[in-house]
């Protein structure tokens, strides 16, 4: 079991060893789960794991409870249904996040499932993008309804008009580039991350820190060479990027969507005009409901996609059905109501689903909302400090549940 591993970011082909058994990520490219993907990884869940699933901040399903001895056979269970990557390395690289309504969202300012894949096919092609860190992320958005706004990307593509991109480094914003052109510019970014980067910087933030720490608050070459003149950052955040062909486009951003994007405070569940959204209670849902939802997608003809928020929507390209679509998705078992208080509360797995955990996390946040009905948005249940996963010894913050002290974890109250 070489590629078995302990920490962050697991794979199917580099599973992470938990308190429960093996943690198996699978990737789906824009987040879409397809009703008869849904159904049969709810099987597999059954017949290689415990039977639960999470949701990841990345739109990842997660497979719980896998056995050191159904490993293999869940692997050539993912490889049949077209979801296993051809090797643990091109599996890694492939961190690509799009927005949920991609293809199905006319308000959008571009369809990014044609980019979305060129960028994943790019990556797992071209062996020099292997060596990025396991955490380094893209994302493309082409903003509408339900935009990726205050989702963090070490390479981002943001829609600014029909046809050109905001190119963005962590926070900062480079400049545009044209939608023809997109892929490229994101993948020349990231091969200078890689020249620039010291071993310990793993993500775009670490490396603009140092940079502008360098530059002592003058303005600095981000990029060199590539194709005409790379951006220029300056320490103050701002930045330009001179097109390769001159200028890049002109344009002003807009966002067309009435939907803001959840974040720590917003809250995403029910029906919407042309989705519905499925919450999973603290990120954890089972087989049985996997399923549910799938059927549910098929009756009426709609898909399944995943998001950051550990949402999983019921879209198609046309309003919604039935408001009774509201009460099948609630008698799963899945939050359906914004202001449902288990939305407010981020519990990680917890004893006895992580090894580090000290404290039923999820049962002691299932508590709170019985108890109390409602909870300070952002809440989080973790382990003993500095043993959950991201947990940092200079982040404040206690928590009480369950009779006793324990540290607020900083890796959920940031998801």
Known sequence: MSGVRKGWCPGALKPMRTGDGLLVRVR?????????????????ARDYGN?????????NLQLRGVGDETLQPLLDRLSELGVLDESAAAEQVRNVLAGPLAGLDDTALIDVGPLVRELEARLTRDERFHVLPAKFGFLVDGRGALSLDGVEADVGLRAVSAQA???TAGAADLGTVWRDEAVEAALGLAEHFLSLRQPDERRMRDLLKRLQRDAQGNPLPFLEGGRGKGPDV?????????????????VTRSIPGPIPSPGPEGRLAGRYDTFFAAAAPFGRLDATQLEGLACLAEAHELQLRLTPWRVILLAGHSAVPLPELGDNVASLGLVTDPTDPRLAIAACPGSPSCLSGEASAQVDAARLRAGTGAAHPGRCF???FGLCQGMRPSDPGFDHAGGESRPLCPCFRRR
């Open 28 to 44: 789906l490219t824009g987040g879409l789960l397809s009703p008869e993907l849904a159904v049969a990884l709810a099987q597999a």
């Open 51 to 59: 039977g639960l699933f999470d949701l990841s901040a990345r739109a």
């Open 165 to 167: 991109f905001m190119l």
């Open 234 to 250: 300056s320490v103050d955040g701002t930045a330009r990027f001179p097109h390769r062909h001159g200028h890049g486009p002109d």
């Open 382 to 384: 973790g382990a003993r």
